[in-house]
């Protein structure tokens, strides 16, 4: 089971790197809670949904980075 897991955040990242979100959040369940700490500027909380977590978080996080990169392990 932990291998699964594993692969699951993976898979999650590597579309995240290719700024594929919709891809990425295929991982998750529909109905998911995403908790986001509070940043600057940012009050964080908990968002509810897959469009939540790519309107309020993903979209948001690359639109301010211009040269993310991510590699998974």
Do not use: C
Not at 17 to 30: I, K, N
Not at 60 to 73: A, I
């Amino acid at each position: 089971m932990p291998g699964t897991k594993l692969k699951f955040v993976q898979a999650f990242y590597e579309a995240f790197g290719r700024g594929d979100q919709p891809d990425g959040t295929s991982v998750f369940a529909g109905e998911l809670n995403w908790v986001e700490p509070p940043f600057p500027g940012r009050g964080g909380g908990t968002l509810h949904g897959k469009i939540n977590l790519v309107e309020n978080v993903l979209t948001r996080f690359t639109s301010q980075r211009s040269n993310l990169t991510v590699t998974p392990d």
